[in-house]
C-alpha cells in the first residue's frame, strides 16, 4: 500500500525473493495497519531487522506484513482492527517456475485454536489455469506470535524457528516474539507459477505473512 511509506527494496533481492510491496498492510513498526497506536500497544515487529536478511539460510525480502482477518474473542477495538483485515490477498505475482516456496510467518491475534487445525492457505496459480490449494496448519507450520514466558522456540514439523525478538509488552508479560519458516513443495513443479493467493479461514488465529521467498531448480535464494 502507498500510504504505509516502507523502505526501499534492497537492489541485492532477485526475483526469488518476492515483493510484497503492493500487498503489504501493515509495517514491521506499526503492525496493525493504519495506525499502530490503534490500542496504545506494541503490536510490532520493530525488533525485526528489515531489508536483505538471511535467516535459517534463506535469503528474505522484509520490509512489512501482510495481515489476514481474524475472529477477536474479546471483542471491543481488538475485533474491530482485525475484523477490517482482507480474508483473502490475491494476486501476489510470481511469474517463474518454482521447487518450493519459503515463507516467513506467524499467526495472530491469539492463540485460541488447536494444533492442526488448518487457519488459512496458500493457492498456487499456474500459468495454464489449473490451481492448487496449501493448507496453513497451526502446531505444524506455525503457531502463534508470541512466545509464551518460560517456553523455549522448537521447530515445528514444517515449520522452523526462523527469528525470535522481543518488544517493551511482551517483555512485561516475560514472552518473546518468533516467526517460523515454513517450506511448502510446488506439487507441480513443471509448470510455471502466475501467482498466489493468501487467505484466512478468519479463526481466532490468522497466519501473517513477513516475506516469500521462492526456490527454482533446486537453488536456494
Request: hydrophobic share 40%.
Amino acid at each position: 500500500m502507498d500510504d504505509l511509506f516502507l523502505p526501499a527494496r534492497d537492489p541485492r533481492c532477485g526475483p526469488e525473493q518476492l515483493d510484497l510491496e503492493r500487498w503489504y498492510n501493515g509495517r514491521l513498526d506499526g503492525w496493525l495497519h493504519p495506525n499502530s497506536n490503534d490500542l496504545g500497544e506494541d503490536f510490532t515487529l520493530a525488533a525485526l531487522p528489515a531489508g536483505w536478511q538471511t535467516l535459517r539460510g534463506i535469503q528474505f525480502d522484509i520490509r512489512g506484513v501482510v495481515v489476514t482477518k481474524a475472529v477477536e474473542r474479546r471483542g471491543g477495538g481488538l475485533a474491530e482492527i482485525w475484523l477490517r483485515q482482507p480474508v483473502q490477498v490475491e494476486g501476489l505475482a510470481v511469474g517463474q517456475r518454482v521447487r518450493r516456496l519459503h515463507v516467513l510467518q506467524a499467526a495472530c491475534p491469539a492463540e485460541a485454536v488447536s494444533d492442526g487445525t488448518t487457519i488459512g492457505s496458500y493457492v498456487w496459480h499456474y500459468a495454464d489455469g489449473t490451481r492448487h490449494e496449501e493448507p496453513i496448519v497451526y502446531g505444524r507450520d506455525l503457531r502463534y506470535w508470541w512466545l509464551p514466558a518460560g517456553e523455549a522456540p522448537q521447530d515445528l514439523e514444517r515449520g522452523r524457528i526462523a527469528w525470535v525478538g522481543d518488544t517493551p509488552l511482551a517483555q512485561k508479560a516475560g514472552a518473546r516474539m518468533r516467526l517460523y519458516l515454513t517450506t511448502y513443495d510446488n506439487p507441480y513443479p513443471e509448470r510455471e507459477v502466475s501467482h498466489l493467493d493468501f487467505t484466512s479461514r478468519v479463526l481466532p488465529s490468522a497466519p501473517f505473512v513477513v516475506a516469500l521467498t521462492v526456490e527454482c531448480n533446486g537453488v536456494k535464494h
